[in-house]
């Protein structure tokens, strides 16, 4: 039996042919043909089962055999707003893995201390369906983009919410052991991460996201870059989600 490949095709029910990245892989890399088997994923829930109708050089025609709407692997939404490090490749390797072990959103935030106050959400969002395709996930994360910080926790009044710091003098409470023990974590809400840049959050904005309903938090005795933090975050909200 050959190997079903696997593609992520949007609307995957009425479309019938993949988008064009996908069949230029389908047909020149992988060389597929009629009648061969192919996986998809709407990247909105479900699986499909399918073979290849029709290819020409440039197109890929499928044909859904059997439709698997799938349940998803964890309670809540898990979104992580990150400060995105100087150095995008280690941003990019942070939204791979993430995109691996579960996340629902992506968001990156403009600090004061921000030594990056641009990146490249196309890029993110290949990786990210690069990512979804090798785990074989049904939902293909959200990508936002770059906001000030201000605009993003005023932007965000609801779910529960939790930033991240490294400041002593400000309380802070393991984020492990309150998730797992909040009696909102097991609901459908949204959970949200503040992560900082390198040189953390002010102070003034972990003051006003406290003021405005976040929860302060620590991730643990060591100390973490950006990207590790984040990743460490969204394993340990995985853990307390599923």
């Known amino acids: 039996m050959k190997e079903e490949h696997f593609f992520y095709v949007p609307d995957a029910v009425n479309r019938q042919e993949l988008p064009e990245e996908e069949a230029k892989h389908a047909v020149r890399v992988l060389r597929l043909s009629a009648g ?17 109708r029709e290819t020409n050089n440039k197109h890929c025609f ?3 055999q059997q439709t698997l709407p799938q ?5 809540g939404r ?6 995105p490090t100087k150095m995008m490749d280690r941003v990019e390797w942070f939204v791979e893995k993430a995109t691996e072990i579960g996340v629902d959103t992506f968001s990156f935030l403009s ?3 921000s030594e990056r106050k641009v990146i490249r959400t196309d890029r993110l969002e290949k990786i990210v369906l690069s990512a979804v395709k090798q785990s074989k996930k049904a939902w293909v994360p959200e990508v936002n983009d770059m906001v000030d910080f201000k605009s993003f926790i005023d932007s965000h009044p609801t779910g529960l919410r939790f930033i991240a710091h490294c400041y002593d003098e400000i309380a802070k409470e393991d984020f492990f052991d309150l998730l797992c023990h909040h009696p909102q974590a097991v609901d459908e809400r949204e959970i949200t991460i503040l ?7 002010s102070v003034d904005e972990v003051q006003y996201a406290l003021q405005q309903g976040f929860i302060s938090i620590s ?3 060591a100390r973490l870059r950006t990207e590790t933090a984040a990743l460490s975050a969204v394993m340990m909200a995985q853990l307390c989600q599923r």
């Open 36 to 52: 061969d088997p192919l996986f998809i994923t709407d990247g909105a829930g479900s699986f499909y089962h399918a073979v290849v």
């Open 62 to 64: 499928y044909e859904i």
């Open 71 to 75: 349940q998803r692997l964890w309670k």
């Open 78 to 83: 898990v979104h992580i707003a990150m400060a």
């Open 111 to 113: 600090c004061r201390f």
């Open 195 to 201: 992560i900082g840049p390198e040189g953390d959050f």
């Open 219 to 221: 991730l643990g005795a």
